[in-house]
């Protein structure tokens, strides 16, 4: 069992950054590939970046390469998600899952996060 909690969410002008965290519990977090996904206001969820247990291996969805980056420190049970030129459309709720596999489907992640909202304002 991994619970994972998120932090970092808030409001920021477009242009601007946030770093998104994510600390995971249990002794075993290297093990598991981690992944962010975003769900904005009526639309489904999304991919958005992933790690694999290591750090060695990173994907980011075309709507993000280039502008955030995702990174983790294992021994501080930790992911991050730094977000930079941020724009009105990466307005949404930012989930932090965790998989046995490196994937970019949700189906592949087998736990979550409650959510961190992040609003960017044009």
């Known amino acids: 069992q991994v619970q994972l909690v998120e932090s970092g969410g808030g409001l920021v002008q477009a242009g601007g950054s946030l770093r998104l965290s994510c600390v995971g519990s249990g002794r075993t977090f290297s093990s598991y590939a981690m992944g962010w996904f975003r769900q904005a206001p009526g639309k489904e969820r999304e991919f958005v970046s992933t790690?694999?247990?290591?750090?060695?291996?990173?994907y980011s969805a075309n709507s993000v390469k280039g502008r955030f980056t995702i990174s983790r420190d294992n021994a501080k049970n930790t992911v991050y998600l730094q977000m930079d030129s941020l724009k009105p459309e990466d307005t949404a709720v930012y989930y932090c899952?965790?998989?046995?596999?490196?994937?970019?489907?949700?189906?592949?992640?087998?736990?979550w996060g409650q959510g961190t909202q992040v609003t960017v304002s044009s």
């Open positions: 899952a965790a998989s046995r596999s490196w994937a970019t489907a949700q189906t592949m992640y087998d736990y």
């Open positions: 790690i694999s247990g290591s750090g060695s291996s990173t």
